[in-house]
Nanobody, 115 residues
Framework: QVQLVESGGGLVQPGGSLRLSCAASGSISGINAMNWDRQLPGKERELVAHISKDGSIHYADHVKGRFTISRDNAKNTVYLQMNSLKPEDTAVYYC?????????WGKGTLVTVSA
């Protein structure tokens, strides 16, 4: 059984930073793409950032220049460094990954940006 567990969410003031982590565990033979999505209150889930197995990266326009995705393949972990946070970044952040040719999702971690 494969699991993804996110951590690092919380309350931060506008302009602040947070680092999210997502660790995959279980019977893993290979991890390809790893992604961060988010779901804003009352909105559909949207892609935030994507990193492929070879390190190719894609960001949604609204986070370019502020967020950085990275991965540690030895630890089966993907990170999302979020800087210059805005109130409109408030959302539940989910990681998902293509593991053993199947997609898995974490349960999410809440990020609240508020003064």
């Amino acid at each position: 059984q494969v699991q993804l567990v996110e951590s690092g969410g919380g309350l931060v003031q506008p302009g602040g930073s947070l680092r999210l982590s997502c660790a995959a565990s279980g019977s893993i033979s290979g991890i390809n793409a790893m992604n961060w999505d988010r779901q804003l209150p009352g909105k559909e889930r949207e892609l935030v950032a994507h990193i492929s197995k070879d390190g190719s990266i894609h960001y949604a326009d609204h986070v370019k220049g502020r967020f950085t995705i990275s991965r540690d393949n030895a630890k089966n972990t993907v990170y999302l460094q979020m800087n210059s946070l805005k109130p409109e970044d408030t959302a539940v952040y989910y990681c998902n990954a293509l593991i053993n040719d199947n997609y898995y999702w974490g349960k999410g971690t809440l990020v609240t940006v508020s003064a």
